[in-house]
């Protein structure tokens, strides 16, 4: 048990120092482990460097139970300027022969999945980022927390 402790103590400081450029860090729980299709996720964040760019993760923890090998996400990107584009992202969570990807403990599994690489704010200002899940059922089950990292690029 102390072993257990031990090691997720370090895992958890060495992702906490590895995002200390994160534009973004943020996970939310999905109550009850039911995300409904009008229940998007939502954050918020302030850009003042233009140039800088950055990339983009959703991260995502789900069950061992979760009925699909993917999750389709809606993600809206709302401008300084109250335009928005949304982007489809494709979140494979499983191998074609029906082994989990990703990482965890028992039946928890965690995902980060890259969707953008490299890319700038155009604006300067506050951008509202918001994650929505595109599945053909209104409300899929086994999907436990859902996050964004943006994170500041070395180029």
Request: charged content about 20%.
């Amino acid at each position: 048990m102390r072993v257990r402790l031990a090691v997720i103590c370090v895992s958890i400081l060495g992702l906490m120092g590895c995002e200390s450029d994160a534009l973004i860090n943020e996970t939310k729980e999905i109550i009850g482990s039911t995300w409904a299709y009008d229940q998007p996720v939502s954050f918020t964040t302030e850009v003042s460097d233009t140039l800088a760019t950055h990339n983009f993760y959703i991260q995502l923890r789900h069950g061992g139970d979760y009925k699909y090998q993917n999750l389709i996400v809606f993600f809206r990107t709302y401008y300084p300027n109250n335009t928005f584009i949304t982007d489809t992202v494709d979140c494979p969570l499983a191998e074609t022969d029906g082994k989990w990807k990703g990482s965890g403990l028992g039946d928890i599994l965690d995902n980060r999945i890259v969707f953008k690489i490299n890319q700038t704010f155009p604006q300067a200002g506050t951008y509202n980022l918001e994650l929505q899940h595109g599945m053909r059922s209104d409300s899929i089950h086994e999907i436990y927390d859902v996050g964004l990292l943006v994170h500041q690029t070395n180029n």
